[in-house]
């Protein structure tokens, strides 16, 4: 990853668990929090509160409002995001260390959690 999210925004996102095949990160910030760009490769995103965020590359933004407990789908990607909500955000990430399939990582443009 060029830009690995523990590195560019250490004060939200600490390791919790890695071996050669997965790494965990745990994920945290408050309301009106703003995260500088970082890369994501393809993960699945669990979360632990419920949370609405805006994330944004390239240009383009989506604004996320996700309930405590659901487990979704990231694509890889580039983003930053804001806390848009009025709750603390808590998520973890467990990111693949494996090359995805070309036909399976989801769309190429996607920006932020796919619902399945």
């Known amino acids: 990853m ?8 250490p004060g939200n996102y600490r390791i919790v668990f890695e071996n050669d095949r997965v790494r965990v990160l745990e994920y945290t ?30 240009g383009k933004s989506v604004d996320v409002d996700l309930p405590s407990g ?3 789908w990231l694509p890889a990607q580039s983003h930053s995001g804001f806390n848009t909500g009025q709750t603390s955000t808590h998520t973890l990430f467990v990111e693949l ?7 399976s990582s989801g769309p190429a443009d996607h920006l932020g959690p796919l619902s399945s």
């Open 2 to 9: 060029a830009r690995d999210p523990v590195d560019t925004n």
């Open 29 to 58: 910030d408050v309301p009106g929090h703003a995260t500088t760009p970082h890369d994501h490769p393809d993960s699945v995103m669990i979360t632990l509160s419920a949370f609405r965020r805006r994330i944004t590359a390239d």
């Open 70 to 72: 659901a487990a979704r």
């Open 97 to 103: 260390k494996e090359t995805a399939p070309a036909s």
